[in-house]
């Protein structure tokens, strides 16, 4: 499975935001000052200070951040996104109503309810017409992005290259293909006789249904039918799919990626209990061949064809970034010292 990221090219700059119901937004008011102009175009303090909580939002608990650096990040997004819109009047790209609709409605789709994605806008202090007027302006930075992008390609000379520079990352990982049994024991239950009962409920039983398997009059998938306290996979006779190490509990792993094939392996302790573990495949690491078949992120296809849309999405960015630079250059920027 190859590991480069085969998703459309969306730079940094025009990056939407995803509106959060976490963290708070502060109300102080502030002096609406200028901190940049772009040609005719002025960016306030206001809008930068906004655009700068957005994103300390977005990142909280993700990653430590250095606010004078971040603010300095997104003043040069904000000088960017300017560049594009003046770009897009000169162009005469427009986003339409019934366009914008759409795009709020497919934001307003990732919230469990119409009140938790109301709540999420009085929290970050937008009404609705503020959050279309933003999302009607990334659309048609998006569409000027668009028309730089729209006749790209790589030729097979140029996927083979970007194949022979990436090899590395397009390997298919070691594997196995896994079903189990479970018995729950909680662990974090507080310590005192309940839990040592339910903990030694729980490992008899499991042991128990370990004998059961050496009588080899009963298969692991009917002992699975008629033990397993996993209700999903039981419906599946335990069948977990395939796994790949670091996708589930390490003790878990270490079980199943050393056990032989066919063989039931156990009982492991993990947070969710006692479970017993029967492999049905292992596959080693290896590396693939650009007419191998993979499946990457639910999509079945050659490896020829991920490499070749990774290629294009690095010709893309490539692109991107020198039609920014030029933009840049034309630009009469002015940006006023003592920005802290």
Do not use: W
């Amino acid at each position: 499975m190859t590991r480069i990221s085969c998703q459309k090219v969306i730079p940094a700059f025009f990056l939407a935001v995803i509106l959060s119901c976490l963290g708070t937004v502060s109300q102080a008011k502030v002096i609406n000052r200028i901190v940049a102009k772009v040609n005719d175009r002025i960016i306030t303090q206001e809008e930068l200070d906004e655009a700068v909580q957005a994103s300390l939002i977005e990142m909280k608990g993700k990653e430590k951040v250095d606010p004078a650096e971040l603010k300095k990040k997104i003043l040069e997004r904000k000088i960017e996104e300017s560049l594009l819109s003046q770009e897009a009047v000169r162009l005469g790209i427009q986003a339409r109503d019934k366009e914008v609709e759409e795009d709020v409605k497919q934001v307003r789709s990732q919230f469990q309810s119409e009140e938790i994605f109301e709540a999420a806008l009085e929290h970050n202090h937008l009404t609705l017409d503020m959050f279309k007027a933003h999302r009607r302006s990334q659309l048609i930075i998006h569409k000027v992005l668009q028309g730089l992008n729209k006749d790209l390609d790589a030729s097979d000379e140029e996927i083979q290259k970007f194949y022979e520079a990436h090899k590395d990352q397009f390997k298919q990982p070691e594997q196995v293909h896994v079903r189990h049994l479970l018995i729950r024991f909680d662990r974090s239950m507080k310590k005192g006789p309940a839990r040592d009962r339910e903990e030694t409920r729980a490992a008899n039983l499991i042991q128990s249904i370990k004998e059961k398997l050496k009588k080899k009059d009963v298969s692991f998938e009917d002992l699975v039918a008629k033990y397993s306290e996993d209700t999903e996979s039981r419906e599946k006779g335990g069948d977990l799919g395939i796994i790949t190490r670091g996708t589930f509990d390490k003790d878990f792993e270490k079980a199943a990626f050393a056990a032989k094939v066919g063989a039931v392996t156990g009982p492991v302790q993990t947070s969710l209990g006692f479970h017993l573990i029967q492999v049905l495949e292992h596959k080693t690491d290896q590396a693939l061949g650009l007419d191998d078949t993979v499946e990457f992120d639910g999509t079945k296809d050659l490896v020829r064809q991920f490499a070749k849309r990774a290629l294009i999405q690095e010709k893309s960015q490539q692109q991107v970034d020198k039609y920014i630079k030029d933009l840049k250059e034309k630009a009469i920027i002015d940006i006023p010292e003592n920005q802290n």
